[in-house]
C-alpha cells in the first residue's frame, strides 16, 4: 500500500459509502430537501476518489473489528467503481433536474412517440422532474435512489461476508421502486418480477454465505478468507452452485434473466441507465470476490462458461425480435452479462488468477456504454438534424463498442480477456457471440433512426449529460487500460482482423434480419417469465376442474362408491390369480 493509499484511503472508503447515506438523511428533513437534491450528483464523488487511488496507487482498506466491518478496494474493485460512480454522478444531474421526456413505446413494430399522463406514457416514459416540481412520489424515488446508489457503491469495497450481505441487499431491494415508479399495472408487474427474483437471490447467497463462513477453520468471515478455504470445504460443491445461482440471478443468466426485460423496460430511462450500467455489476464482483480463480475447477468453470454462452447466443436471437430499444438494450445486457459469466467460467476451469481483473476491466466498459445508450433514448427524441444524425452515429459507435469495434473502448475488453477463451471452442463462440452482438446493436440503431421527434426542445443539462457519458464510454476505457498493459497490441494487424471479421459477419446478419422485418415472431419481454405465468394460469383453470370433480364424487350415494370399490378389489384379485 502507497503511502498517498495509506493516509487518505480509509477515509475515501467510508466516505463512499457513507455520503448517499447523508444525502438520504438531509433529504428526509423537510427544511434541508432542496439542499439534499442539489447535491445528490455529488454523493458519489467520494467513491470517484477512491477508485481513482485504488487504480493509481494499488489496493488499500480500513477496518474495524468491534463493529464487524471492514472495507478493501483493490484494481478489480477499482475499476468498476469508478465507471459505476462516474455513471451515477453524470445520471443523478438528469434524474432530479429534468422534466419528463418522450415515450418510447411499442406498437406495431414502430417507435412512437406519446405526450401528456396516458396510460402508454406512464409505462415507457421517463419521468424524472426535480423534486417538488410535480414528480409523483418524489420522496420514495429519492430515498429508492439514494439507498440502490449506497448499495451498488458498496459491494466493490465490501470486504467482509455481513457487509458484502448488507449493501448487496441496498442495491437490490430499493431499486424496486425505481422500477415500478410509475405505478401503472405493467410497472407494478414488472416491479413484482424483480423483487421475486431479488428476494430468491439474497436467500440463496445467504445459505451459500452461511457454507462458506463454516468451512473457514479459524472462523474469519472476511472474504478473502472464506474464498482460500473453499478449495477444502465439505461444502465446496453446495457452496459454488448457489453462489453461481445467486449471482446468475443479478447478472441475469439464463434461465434466471426473466426479470431484466421488463425492470428496464418498465423503468424511466435514467434509472435503466444505472441499473443497467452500475447495479447490475453487484453480480460481476460478486462472482469476482467469491469464485476461488486461484484454484482450478475444470467442471465447474467449464460449466458456468457454457451457461454464460447460452446466455450471449440467447439474449441476441430474442433481442433482435424486439421493436421497443429499451428492451432490445435489456436483451444486450443479457447476452453481454452471459459474456462475462464465460469468461470468468474459463478463469475458474484453469485457475486463473488474473481472470477477475481482466473481466472487471471488460464489465466497466459495459457500465459505461450501456448507461450511456439509455441516455441517448431520452435525448434523441429532441433532436432534428445534423444534431440527430450525429446522434445516431454516436449511438452506433457506442453499440458496437460492446461488440469490439477497432479502436473502441470495447476491442481492449476484447482483448483484455481474449485470453481466457483461447483459440480452441471457446474462443470460436466468444467471435460469434461478437457477431451477434454487431448484428443487435446495428438492428437497434435501425429502430432509433425511426425514433419520431418531440416538439418539446432538450434542455442543455439532458444533452450536457448524454454527451458526458458519452464521452466518457467511448475515452476512458482507453485510459483505464493502462492499468493493464499497453493497448498498441489492439493495433496489430492480427488483433485488427480478428475484431473486424465477427462484424461483418454481424453486419450481414442484421441486413438479412431488417430484411425479414415484421415477420419475425413477436416475443414479448420477459419471454420465459411470460410462458411461466401463463401455465400459472392454465393450472388454475386446472385446479377449477379438479375442485368440479371433486364436488361430484362426493355426491356419489355411500353404497356406488363401496360397490366400486368392491369391483375393482375382485379385477385386482382376478388379475393377480392369473
Not at 190 to 203: H, K, N, R, T
Not at 539 to 568: H, I, K, N, Q, T
Request: glycine fraction near 10%.
Amino acid at each position: 500500500m502507497s503511502a498517498l493509499a495509506a493516509q487518505f484511503g480509509p477515509a475515501l472508503l467510508v466516505a463512499a459509502l457513507a455520503a448517499p447515506l447523508i444525502v438520504l438523511v438531509l433529504f428526509l428533513m423537510a427544511a434541508l430537501r432542496g439542499l439534499a437534491s442539489a447535491i445528490t450528483p455529488l454523493a458519489a464523488t467520494p467513491a470517484l476518489a477512491a477508485a481513482a487511488l485504488a487504480i493509481a496507487s494499488g489496493p488499500f482498506g480500513a477496518e474495524w473489528p468491534a463493529l464487524r466491518v471492514s472495507l478493501w478496494l483493490d484494481q478489480p474493485g477499482g475499476l468498476l467503481l469508478l465507471t459505476a460512480a462516474l455513471v451515477w454522478l453524470i445520471v443523478s444531474i438528469v434524474a432530479f433536474r429534468e422534466p419528463p421526456v418522450g415515450a418510447i413505446a411499442d406498437r406495431g413494430g414502430v417507435v412512437q412517440k406519446a405526450s401528456g399522463r396516458t396510460p402508454l406514457d406512464r409505462r415507457a416514459t421517463d419521468r424524472v422532474s426535480k423534486i417538488g416540481q410535480g414528480r409523483p412520489n418524489a420522496g420514495r424515488f429519492a430515498i429508492s435512489w439514494l439507498l440502490t446508489m449506497a448499495g451498488s457503491l458498496g459491494v466493490f469495497i465490501a470486504a467482509d461476508l455481513l457487509t458484502f450481505y448488507f449493501v448487496y441487499a441496498l442495491v437490490s431491494i430499493p431499486a424496486y421502486y425505481l422500477v415500478a415508479h410509475d405505478e401503472d399495472a405493467s410497472s407494478r408487474r414488472a416491479g413484482a418480477v424483480y423483487l421475486a427474483f431479488a428476494l430468491l437471490g439474497e436467500a440463496v447467497l445467504l445459505i451459500a454465505f452461511v457454507m462458506l463462513a463454516a468451512g473457514e477453520p479459524s472462523g474469519s468471515v472476511q472474504i478473502r478468507d472464506v474464498v482460500a478455504a473453499l478449495p477444502t470445504s465439505p461444502w465446496r460443491d453446495a457452496a459454488l452452485a448457489l453462489i453461481i445461482i445467486g449471482f446468475g440471478m443479478k447478472i441475469a443468466l439464463v434461465p434466471l434473466h426473466g426479470w431484466m426485460p421488463l425492470a428496464y423496460s418498465a423503468a424511466p430511462i435514467s434509472a435503466a441507465a444505472v441499473l443497467s450500467g452500475a447495479a447490475v455489476k453487484a453480480g460481476v464482483i460478486g462472482l469476482i470476490r467469491f469464485l476461488p480463480l486461484s484454484a482450478a475447477f475444470p467442471g465447474w468453470g467449464e460449466a458456468l462458461a457454457w451457461t454464460g454462452f447460452i446466455s450471449a447466443f440467447y439474449g441476441v436471437a430474442i433481442g433482435v425480435t424486439q421493436r421497443n430499444p429499451k428492451t432490445m438494450l435489456a436483451y444486450s445486457s443479457v447476452s453481454q452479462m452471459g459474456v462475462i459469466a464465460a469468461a470468468l467460467g474459463m478463469g475458474l476451469a484453469s485457475g486463473d488468477k488474473g481472470a477477475g481483473t481482466d473481466v472487471a476491466f471488460y464489465a466497466a466498459n459495459h457500465v459505461l456504454v450501456k448507461a450511456a445508450l439509455f441516455l441517448t433514448l431520452g435525448s434523441l427524441a429532441a433532436l432534428n438534424g445534423l444534431a440527430r444524425t450525429c446522434a445516431l452515429i454516436v449511438a452506433a459507435l457506442l453499440g458496437l463498442s460492446l461488440a469490439g469495434l477497432p479502436l473502441s473502448g470495447g476491442s481492449l475488453a476484447k482483448l483484455a480477456v481474449k485470453d481466457l477463451f483461447g483459440n480452441g471452442a471457446a474462443g470460436v463462440a466468444s467471435q460469434l457471440s461478437a457477431a451477434g452482438s454487431t448484428a443487435l446493436m446495428l438492428i437497434f440503431v435501425m429502430h432509433l433512426a425511426r425514433f419520431p421527434r418531440d416538439e418539446r426542445p432538450a434542455s442543455s443539462g439532458r444533452l450536457s449529460s448524454w454527451l458526458a457519458l458519452a464521452a466518457a464510454a467511448l475515452v476512458l476505457p482507453r485510459l483505464m487500460f493502462a492499468a493493464l498493459g499497453s493497448s498498441v497490441a489492439a493495433l496489430e494487424p492480427e488483433k485488427l482482423w480478428d475484431a473486424m471479421w465477427p462484424m461483418l459477419i454481424g453486419a450481414v446478419l442484421a441486413a438479412g434480419l431488417w430484411a425479414v422485418g415484421d415477420r419475425l415472431p413477436r416475443i414479448p419481454a420477459g419471454d420465459m417469465v411470460v410462458a411461466e405465468e401463463a401455465a400459472f394460469r392454465a393450472s388454475l383453470r386446472l385446479g377449477a376442474g379438479f375442485e368440479r370433480a371433486d364436488r361430484g364424487w362426493r355426491g356419489w350415494p355411500a353404497a356406488a362408491l363401496a360397490l366400486l370399490m368392491v369391483a375393482l378389489a375382485l379385477a385386482a384379485t382376478g388379475y393377480a390369480s392369473r
